[in-house]
């Protein structure tokens, strides 16, 4: 009880909770041995890096045993439900890689502006977990946070260029492939406007989440984070887990993107 009471004043004063070895490495081994199995699901759930390598992989719920007993975590999930203060369900399911030499960054964003704009999701009552497939340190693309950044709420938005030039006949193809690659690609939809991003930054600092495998950061939907390139030789490898509150659904009407990316609520 006391533990839950920290991690929830830590969480509402932070917008994040980072617990340090959740998970031990034989419960981690279990998930990494399912990546190559969800990649085969739905070739539409599997997002490229403009070099071609694979950026994420979207998996929809009730589609593999493995990844369900992690969402359905009773630590992790009692956890979610304190901070959120109400009964869950899980929005979101992907697997993040930085490949190692060649993994991209995430611009500077906020989750909640997706789920609004994209599938009307009403309020930011919902949240992120991150667990650390693999050790995270400062040189293979640690995720960058700006504390207390979640009190703002929707910061200001960069204009999105739709202007491919410049880029490979690839990527520009891939970019306009399916309506929902820029909200999941490398060149980002509602990526934030530098300005009120260097405010933010002045008034909050930065933190750079490194920690070993088996790690779990919970983080706000409106909180403003980002990761860099991987130029290391380790691989980095997440998976995220959106919950969001079952007071907070987004009506079926708006729910246009695939189930994959945001998943319907089911009693």
């Known amino acids: 009880m006391k533990d839950s009471i920290e991690y929830k004043k830590k969480y509402d004063s932070t917008g994040y909770l980072f617990l340090s070895d959740f998970l031990g490495k034989a419960e981690i081994e279990v998930i990494l041995n399912e990546i190559p199995v969800v990649k085969k699901y739905n070739p539409d759930a599997v997002i490229l890096e403009k070099s071609g390598e694979v950026r994420s992989v979207f998996v ?21 439900k304190k901070l959120l203060g109400s009964d869950i369900y899980p929005y979101q399911i992907k697997f993040n890689n930085k490949c190692a030499f060649l993994g991209e960054p995430w611009e500077w964003h906020q989750d909640f502006v997706f789920w609004h704009r994209e599938d009307g999701m009403p309020l930011p009552k919902a949240l992120s977990i991150a667990i650390f497939l693999s050790d995270i340190n400062e040189f293979n693309g640690p995720i960058y946070l700006v504390p207390s950044s979640h009190k703002n709420g929707i910061l200001e938005l960069q204009e999105y260029d739709e202007d491919l030039e410049g880029e490979s006949s690839f990527f520009q193809k891939y970019q306009n492939s399916r309506p929902y690659i820029s909200q999941v690609s490398s060149k980002l939809k509602y990526s934030l406007d ?24 919970f983080f706000d939907s409106n909180l ?17 887990i959106t919950y969001n509150s079952v007071n907070n659904l987004p009506p079926l009407e708006s729910m246009k993107r695939p189930s994959f990316i945001a998943n319907k609520y089911e009693k």
């Open 224 to 240: 403003v984070h980002s990761s860099p390139s991987n130029l290391s030789p380790w691989d980095r490898n997440i998976l995220f």
């Open 60 to 80: 929809e719920t009730n589609t593999n045993k493995v990844i369900d007993s992690v969402v359905e975590n009773h630590h992790i999930s009692q956890i979610v």
């Open 194 to 217: 530098k300005t009120a991003l260097r405010k933010v930054i002045d008034e909050n600092g930065l933190v750079s989440m490194s920690g070993g495998m088996g790690s779990i950061l």
